[in-house]
């Protein structure tokens, strides 16, 4: 059993930063690809930010640059920079990590979601 904790959203006005963590106790972090999804009102969940096994980051065109996905295997954490916030960047995010075990086989755990608030 794997719970994640997902500290770090909250409110921020527009061009402030967060830095969202995502840690997996318990787990063996390097075996697993990282994601960070987010979800708007009234809107589809959408993903925002992968780092792969080894360590290659891929972003949303939405990104523009402003976030950062980085992981600490040691710490079992990943986390999300995020910066130059817009209004619009205002959703829950989720972290996920997913690991394929086998064919048509594998772990996917979901954090509960953080909600980030970005408004004056």
């Known amino acids: 059993q794997v719970q994640i904790v997902e500290p770090g959203g909250g409110l921020v006005q527009p061009g402030g930063s967060l830095r969202l963590s995502c840690a997996v106790p318990?787990?063996?972090?390097?075996?697993?690809?990282m994601y960070w999804y987010r979800q708007a009102p009234g809107k589809q969940r959408e993903q925002v930010a992968r780092?792969?096994?080894?360590?290659?980051?891929t972003y949303e065109e939405f990104v523009e640059g402003r976030f950062t996905i980085s992981r600490d295997n040691a710490k079992n954490t990943v986390y999300l920079q995020v910066n130059n916030l817009k209004p619009e960047d205002t959703a829950i995010y989720f972290c996920?990590?997913?690991?394929?075990?086998?064919?048509?086989?594998?772990?996917?755990?979901w954090g509960q979601g953080t909600q980030v608030t970005v408004s004056s």
């Open positions: 996920d990590a997913n690991r394929i075990t086998g064919v048509g086989e594998g772990l996917d755990y």
């Open positions: 318990g787990s063996a972090l390097s075996l697993f690809v």
């Open positions: 780092v792969t096994r080894g360590d290659l980051t």
